[in-house]
């Protein structure tokens, strides 16, 4: 059986929800590896262990949710999900990642070891506990999936701009906002209410700073010399950041990975729709993979898919059709029936 393609694609802290809560108990050998080693860093750093905050009789949002305990928590499930990845069915031939899942995409591409990535996640989120500045909100482009609708996303340009906010993710079919208080607060009333289900949007994402945004400037500023001896190196295999820059195994430069990682990528926009966009025309990918906690970029993701026309896809039925089929284009560690395909064994 000849191993498919598969662009690899880590989510962000955000995607650590009720829903994961025991997803770290009974894993594998190699999963339950990097779940010790991150373990071990809380451990010796006084902090609770990823497994005790996964192994809690209930999700408590101040605890799970806190960027202090949800970055390593997500990094750990994610990276326990690619130890069980099933490498005979599926090649790796790129990793990207959404806002944090860059960080867990630097592990998995091997751009970072496995120590060395731990202690950027654990510490970049540490440094939010007590420490949340401003905020972001979720905003949708589109009435489902498919391009941002023109004059939707021309309004939310416009308001970014009239309540001095900035956008901080573009994440498919979804805007990402952030700003200060201030900023937050007057993008809040401006941006017209669109309720789907129990939500009602624009969504304030709960602990959340002002991420990719100039207000994460004095974060950048510690990053760049707390962090400044991380021992980055070429990716093993094709690494697209949150500009849609591919870092290539062999010809990358680990300064400059450094570099981007540690300031550009903490106080500028991720673009995660170019990142997936790149990643699909640059890698030869056949199947999208998405590691878990969760299945949070299961929408915005099926909207890059169909924008960019990928495999055939320009509709929602196409996108559906393909999913039903025995050859799915996007598969997800976080939807159960789908894990089943992924898992070696």
């Not at 990682?261 to 170019?274: E, G, K």
Request: glycine share 8%.
């Amino acid at each position: 059986m000849t191993a498919r393609a598969a662009l690899l694609v880590c989510p962000g802290r955000g995607s650590y929800d009720r829903s994961s809560l025991g997803g770290l108990a009974g894993r594998s050998p190699a999963a339950q590896a990097i779940i010790d080693a991150c373990d071990a860093w809380r451990a010796d750093h006084g902090r609770p262990t990823v497994s005790a905050l996964d192994a809690a009789p209930s999700f408590r949002s101040k605890e799970h949710v806190a960027g202090e305990n949800a970055s390593l928590l997500t990094f750990a499930a994610a990276l326990a999900d690619l130890a069980e990845l099933d490498q005979d069915r599926y090649e790796i031939v790129g990793v990207a990642g959404n806002s944090m899942g860059f960080y867990t995409a630097l592990a998995a591409s091997e751009a970072l070891p496995l120590e060395a990535a731990i202690r950027l996640v654990d510490t970049m989120g540490v440094w939010q506990e007590g420490n949340v500045v401003g905020g972001q909100l979720l905003y949708p482009l589109s009435d489902g999936i498919g391009p941002p609708d023109p004059e939707r996303l021309a309004l939310v340009e416009r308001e970014v701009v009239a309540c001095g906010a900035a956008w901080s993710i573009r994440l498919g079919s979804y805007a990402v906002l952030g700003g200060d208080e201030a900023a937050c607060a007057a993008i809040a009333a401006a941006l017209p209410p669109i309720t789907r289900g129990e939500r009602t949007f624009p969504v304030r994402l709960p602990l959340h700073s002002a991420f990719h945004t100039p207000w994460m400037a004095p974060t950048r500023d510690r990053a760049v010399v707390a962090l400044a001896d991380l021992p980055f190196q070429a990716p093993a295999v094709p690494l697209i950041d949150g500009r849609g820059q591919v870092w290539r195994p062999r010809w990358a430069d680990p300064v400059a990975l450094r570099d981007y990682t540690l300031d550009a990528q903490v106080v500028a926009p991720y673009d995660f729709t170019t990142s997936i966009r790149t990643a699909l025309r640059h890698t030869g990918a056949e199947v999208v993979i998405v590691l878990g906690p969760g299945n949070s970029l299961g929408a915005p993701l099926a909207s890059v898919l169909v924008t960019e026309g990928w495999r055939g896809l320009r509709s929602r039925e196409a996108f559906d059709a393909a999913q039903a089929s025995d050859d799915p284009v996007l598969l997800s560690f976080g939807v159960s029936q789908q894990r089943r395909r992924l898992v070696a064994g």
